[in-house]
C-alpha cells in the first residue's frame, strides 16, 4: 500500500473553513481570566525602591524589566523585545525626563498585522525616584550601553557575556524574582499575573476601563 503524501499542518490550519471555525469555537467558549485576584502593585514597587547605584547589573535589569512590565502591561513578548531609543541614553536628563517613548519589536499577540506600535513610559513624582520606571530604564540604559554589540536594537540584554538579547524565559525569571522579593506568593502567582496586578493597579488609580484595555491591548474587559 502506497504512503500518502505528508501534509503540512500549516496549510491545514490556514484553511478557509478551519479558521472560521477556530473563530466560531472562539465565540462559543470565550476566554477566562487566569487569576480571579490579583496581588498590590504596590508591594513591587516598595519593593524595588532602593538607588539604582547601590544594585548588581543583574538586579538593575529585574528592576527595570519589572517596573516596564507594569508600566505598559505588556506581554513577555512584548516586553523582551522593546527597542532602544534613538537618543543616546547619556543626553536624558534623568531628573527632568517626564516620560520615554519605546517601540514595539514585535506585533501583540492580539494583532495580525498593522502597526507594532509604541509604549509611553511615565516618570513617577521626583519623591519616588528610586522606584521611578524612567529614571531606572535611563540608569539601566546608560550602564549597559558599553556592553551591547553596536548592532543590538533590543532594551533588555543578559547580565553576563555576551550581553545578547535575553531570551522570554529570562525576563519570567527576572519577574519571579521580583514577586519573591515583595513577599508575593509565587507557588499561587506567576509571571503572567502582572498584567492583571498593572491593569487592577491603573484601574484604582482612575484609569478608564478603555484606557487600560488600550493600553495592554486587550480585546475584550472580559479576559481582565
Known amino acids: 500500500m502506497m504512503q500518502q503524501p505528508y501534509q503540512s499542518t500549516f496549510h491545514l490550519f490556514n484553511h478557509p473553513i478551519i479558521k472560521r471555525l477556530r473563530k466560531a469555537s472562539y465565540h462559543v467558549v470565550p476566554p ?29 535589569s529585574r528592576k527595570t524589566y519589572t517596573l516596564c ?48 506600535g509604541l509604549v509611553k513610559i511615565e516618570a513617577f513624582k521626583p519623591e519616588q525616584a528610586d522606584m521611578c520606571p524612567v529614571r531606572t530604564l535611563i540608569d539601566y540604559l546608560v550602564r549597559t550601553q558599553p556592553l551591547r554589540h553596536k548592532e543590538a536594537t533590543e532594551v533588555f540584554v543578559t547580565s553576563v557575556k555576551p550581553h545578547k538579547l ?31 496586578a498593572a491593569a487592577n493597579s ?19 474587559e472580559k479576559v481582565l
Open 32 to 60: 477566562e481570566p487566569k487569576y480571579n485576584e490579583f496581588w498590590d502593585a504596590e508591594l513591587v514597587l516598595k519593593a524595588w525602591n532602593t538607588p539604582n547605584s547601590s544594585l548588581s547589573l543583574l538586579d538593575l
Open 69 to 116: 512590565k507594569l508600566m505598559s502591561m505588556g506581554r513577555d513578548a512584548d516586553v523582551t523585545n522593546f527597542q532602544l531609543p534613538k537618543r543616546d541614553p547619556a543626553s536624558f536628563n534623568r531628573d527632568d525626563t517626564q516620560f520615554i517613548i519605546l517601540k514595539r519589536g514585535i506585533l501583540t499577540k492580539s494583532q495580525r498585522k498593522g502597526c507594532k
Open 202 to 220: 491603573k484601574r484604582s488609580a482612575g484609569a478608564s476601563v478603555e484606557r487600560i484595555l488600550k493600553e495592554g491591548m486587550w480585546k475584550s
Open 166 to 196: 535575553i531570551a522570554r524565559a529570562t525576563g519570567g525569571k527576572w519577574l519571579m524574582e521580583s514577586l519573591n522579593r515583595a513577599g508575593i506568593d509565587t507557588v499561587r502567582y506567576k509571571g503572567h499575573s502582572f498584567r492583571g
